[in-house]
């Protein structure tokens, strides 16, 4: 479930940078405050933990197919949400960068798809109220069901987080119902994958070492002056804002924008003060919009002769196919590919001059 | 366990790199984090079916490659390994833009494809970027840099306890399956039943671990962060590095040098 760089555009990227970075922020000022006497530590050999737990594999039962933690739940059951939110987001950090699995610039999306759903959300407002922590010893069946369905909880909004970040980004061209489709069922099956796998290795913790298991729930009850509800609804207010300043400055930006403007322009009934407002949400409209670009940009083109002008520029000029820009184009990308890799043979370390140390 | 040798030999491998003393890797490491991130803000800023004008991009990982003495075909496995999951995603772009946007010697080429080709050539150009720079500044200086520009020192903690850690804990996981493998006439794949268990297990250890570490850590006066090297700082080369990088991603940006490549050619051969 991991994005790619390739796959975001800048403002819906900053904008989950923002949230995860403000939740991080929350996240370490409560860590700085608890009690819990070797927390750092175990939350880097908890981190470490799931890195190496991720590389080994069960079979999944009456399929031939395997599946391995993802360690989302389990981290936030053992730590807390805060202290399991920062493990997740250090975890994806070094995958990001040793593996490239998922991109720098997407990796705020990925840590708020794969760490705030299941810490903020599953774990407190699904996992903690359905097992009554704290009352009599749950049953082992209502241990498994109540695992499964957190784990399936915190995977679906992650995948409902990684469809909307991609079509507001304008990237893919799949229409809203086949994404949700495609991405939906599949997390399902991982989900419930998630649980299981995250049910047997609880279960053995608490019959091995029960009080890990119970002392994290403790330590999580006296936890409850930060609420997870407030944690939710501020990183909301504040991704809303960030969204919102971030399309009024892309509002500016040339490409992808005229026909927004050009609506505007066009209904001939927009006073300077409310331009800025009409623009966002015109903007957000055209992002929401299926397939955005296509029919209504055309449509628009042919009927308003305001926009022959623009026509002549970049993204406008495409309804006129030119082989010769092609040709063009695909003639320059060679010779600029040939001499970026001739810009790389020259700058070869010389033999002799530098011994390298590897 | 061929997945804990790669890990393994990976950050073997980056270690060593990120040891090596170029120019780059004596550059303050925020200098360097600013520039990736520019360049990336910069590959996605490109309009959705743009494939040719991105390509002069590839010119800045390349040459910090060469500049920290980073091996390309390192790299481009890096870039190979990654494009899958990107390649999954954009596969659906033909099949849903089909309005022709291109011509190319009597062929005409859907927006679909444009786009597709557009998405591959980002993730190339982003992981290469986030490749050069772990391998030239390594964890311990990334950290030090993200701790200077205002990161908590709880999350670079972390960081450095997870590098460092996860190599302990993936080679115990890789000694107990092996084990695991020898005592059973099972191969691959555990079932559920012994996953549980093989999982708790290693979960305990690395808890027991955590205890040990932290005792260990706290008689060497651990105060709730671990010591960072310190660089020489910013300078005026750094300054120069970053200006000098944001201004040719600028200019690769606002300008279509294939383009202008290309037509130039096309004029000269007429």
Sequence with gaps: M????????????????????????????????????????????????VFAAQMINFSIPATGSSGHIGGGLLLSILLGGPAAFIVIASVLTVQALLFADGGLLALGANIFNLGFFPCFVAYPLVYRPLLGLGGATPSRSRVLTVTILSAVVGLQLGALGVVVETKLSGITSLPWATFLALMLPIHLAIGIVEGLATAVVIAFIGKARPDLVDARAETAASQRAGSPTRVIASVAILAALTAGVLSWFASSHPDGLEWSISRITGKGEVDEGASAAHQVLAEMQRQVALLPDYKPASGDEKTSPGNTGEASEGEAAWPAVDAGTSLAGVLGAAVTLFLVTAIGYLLRPRRGRTPPRT | ????????????????????????????????????????????????????????????????????????????????????????????????????????????????????????????????????????????????????????????????????????????????????????????????????????????????????????????????????????????????????????FLAIRATDLPMLLGRALLAIAR
């Design chain 2, 1 to 248: 366990m061929s997945g804990i040798e790669a890990l393994l030999r990976g950050i073997d491998a980056t270690d060593a790199l990120s040891s090596q003393d170029t120019w780059l890797a004596r550059r303050d490491p925020r200098a360097l984090i600013l520039t990736t991130l520019a360049f990336l803000v910069v590959v996605v800023s490109f309009p959705r079916h743009e494939v040719a004008a991105l390509l002069p991009l590839a010119l800045y990982p390349v040459v910090l490659a060469r500049l920290g003495r980073i091996p390309l075909p390192m790299v481009g496995s890096r870039v190979l390994l990654a494009l899958p999951f990107v390649l999954m995603v954009g596969l659906f772009n033909p099949l849903f833009d089909t309005s022709p946007r291109a011509e190319l010697l009597g062929q005409s080429i859907s927006g679909g494809w444009l786009s597709f080709a557009s998405i591959m050539v980002r993730a190339a150009l982003a992981v290469a970027a986030a490749t050069v720079l772990f391998a030239t500044a390594g964890m311990p200086r990334i950290c030090a840099g993200l701790n200077r520009m205002g990161v908590p020192a709880v999350l670079t903690t972390q960081l450095l306890l997870l590098q460092r850690y996860s190599l302990v804990l993936a080679g115990e996981l890789g000694r107990m399956n092996l084990a695991r493998e020898l005592r059973s006439a099972e191969r691959g794949d555990m079932s559920l039943a012994v996953y549980g268990p093989v999982l708790g297990n290693l979960l305990l250890r690395a808890v027991e671990r955590a205890e040990r570490i932290h005792q260990a850590m706290l008689s060497r006066g651990f105060s709730g962060s671990l010591p960072i090297p310190q660089g020489n700082g910013w300078r005026g080369a750094e300054t120069l590095f970053v200006v000098f990088c944001g201004a040719a």
């Design chain 1, 2 to 49: 991991h994005m790619a760089d390739a796959l975001l555009s800048p403002p819906v990227a900053t904008t989950l940078w923002v949230a995860s970075g403000a939740t991080l922020g929350w996240c370490s000022r409560r860590i700085r405050s608890d009690p819990r006497e070797h927390l750092i530590p175990l939350m880097g050999v908890l981190g470490a933990f």
